[in-house]
């Protein structure tokens, strides 16, 4: 398992909903955690930056409470509310080693999604995690960190992302 060159255009479809709740599920599940295990830079990983394009979103257990234990596998999760308090914190992309930029977000969130058993839950978010699930989900809907940069401040990594396809670049 490894992430795709942020030039790959399956980083900009939408991912599939997961339908079945099987055996290859619980298989790609364990894949992605270890992945996640190994690159201790991560705090979370979306299935689509490694080549699957399904609806998963694995967050690390250290970056979970008591409350918050059981974030660590999403499945087809959705964003149902948002608050209208937005924040800009520094965020970063494991596509876009080179890009450390303040991004404005929601300060909280209402999530939506199924577990490994298939299993409905809503939660309310706000502070790190909730910034984590607005970074994961957008990948899962095709979105990138460099969409979320204002123009004036993407012109400082022209050179790095030169070689990116225009017709790959949405906004
Ligand atoms: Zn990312």
């Not at 394009?53 to 257990?61: C, M």
């Not at 989900?137 to 790095?160: A, C, F, M, S, V």
Request: include cysteine; aromatic fraction near 6%; hydrophobic fraction near 35%.
């Amino acid at each position: 398992m490894e992430i795709l060159d942020f030039k790959h255009p399956s980083l900009r479809t939408k991912a599939n909903l997961v339908i079945n709740f099987d055996d290859n599920l619980k298989k790609e599940i364990f894949e992605l955690e270890k992945f996640l295990r190994r690159r201790k830079d991560l705090k979370s990983v979306s299935a689509p930056v490694v080549g699957i394009s399904k609806k998963i979103i694995i967050i690390s257990k250290r970056m979970l409470k008591k409350k918050t234990k059981d974030l660590h596998i999403l499945i087809n999760p959705k964003i149902t509310s948002t608050t209208f308090e937005i924040e800009a914190v520094e965020d970063t992309c494991e596509l876009f080693p080179f890009i450390k930029e303040h991004i404005v977000r929601h300060k909280g969130i209402h999530l939506w999604y199924q577990d490994l058993n298939g299993e409905k839950h809503t939660i309310e978010l706000k502070g790190v995690i909730s910034r984590i699930v607005q970074h994961e989900t957008d990948h899962l809907e095709g979105i990138l960190l460099i969409d979320r940069i204002p123009e004036n401040i993407r012109k400082k990594y022209t050179d790095q992302i030169r070689l990116y396809p225009e017709e790959v670049i949405r906004r």
